[in-house]
């Protein structure tokens, strides 16, 4: 098992998260189709959440590590990763700042051509709809229950990691360090 994911599902606002049910779907394609092994990322506060995400896996492939590291351990962390996938946060900065492979799951408060992650390697996954940017400031306001969010398919999501791993895997296959 070579593939290590990094998915920070939760970010400091609930209007800009993709549904964990997504995000445990998107888990389940990683673990199945590229053997992968998934940290789940994230504070002490989003660790119950994120139970919903790992409770169906061995915790041999996917662990849920929210609130046992440091930001510095963080950071270590996702350098070690093959692909980042998280929402509009701040781990899809850093990540994207590391130059580590990062999938930023974009909704529609915000403009993500203002606002997404940026870096060579970063990939963002967005619906346009009719309501977008709503510059909404809080998920009770949002009229169509994210729907900008709930209708990015978790396969669309996996295409983008698989694309961003093999990219990574290309680069790691063709750097001096790997001949």
């Keep these: 098992m070579s593939v290590a994911i990094?998915?920070?599902?939760?970010?400091?606002?609930?209007?800009?998260?993709?549904?964990?049910?997504?995000f445990e779907r998107l888990a389940r394609l990683c673990v199945d189709r590229l053997d992968a092994r998934i940290d789940c990322v994230g504070i002490r506060a989003?660790?119950?959440a994120v139970n919903q995400i790992v409770r169906n896996f061995p915790p041999d492939r996917v662990r849920n590590l929210c609130g046992t590291?440091?930001?510095a351990d963080t950071a270590g962390l996702l350098r070690s990763a093959s692909?980042?996938?998280?929402?509009?946060?701040?781990?899809?900065?850093?990540?994207?700042?590391?130059?580590?492979?990062?999938?930023?799951?974009?909704?529609?408060?915000?403009?993500?051509?203002?606002?997404?992650?940026r870096g060579p390697l970063v990939t963002t996954v967005h619906?346009?709809?009719?309501?977008?940017?709503?510059?909404?400031?809080?998920?009770?306001?949002?009229?169509?229950?994210?729907?900008?969010?709930?209708?990015?398919?978790p396969e669309t999501v996996f295409e983008a990691v698989r694309r961003a791993c093999a990219a990574a895997d290309a680069t790691v296959q063709g750097s001096?360090?790997?001949?």
């Excluded at 996938?85 to 915000?110: D, K, Q, R």
């Excluded at 619906?127 to 398919?153: H, N, Q, W, Y």
């Excluded at 001096?176 to 001949?179: C, R």
């Design 6 to 22: 990094v998915i920070a599902p939760l970010s400091n606002d609930t209007l800009r998260d993709w549904p964990l049910t997504h």
């Design 46 to 48: 989003q660790r119950v």
């Design 69 to 71: 590291m440091a930001w």
């Design 83 to 117: 692909c980042v996938v998280a929402n509009n946060s701040g781990i899809a900065h850093l990540a994207a700042g590391l130059g580590v492979p990062t999938v930023c799951v974009f909704g529609a408060s915000h403009n993500p051509y203002e606002w997404m992650a």
């Design 127 to 153: 619906r346009r709809t009719g309501c977008a940017p709503c510059a909404f400031g809080s998920l009770a306001e949002c009229p169509f229950d994210k729907r900008c969010l709930r209708e990015i398919a």
């Design 176 to 179: 001096p360090a790997a001949a």
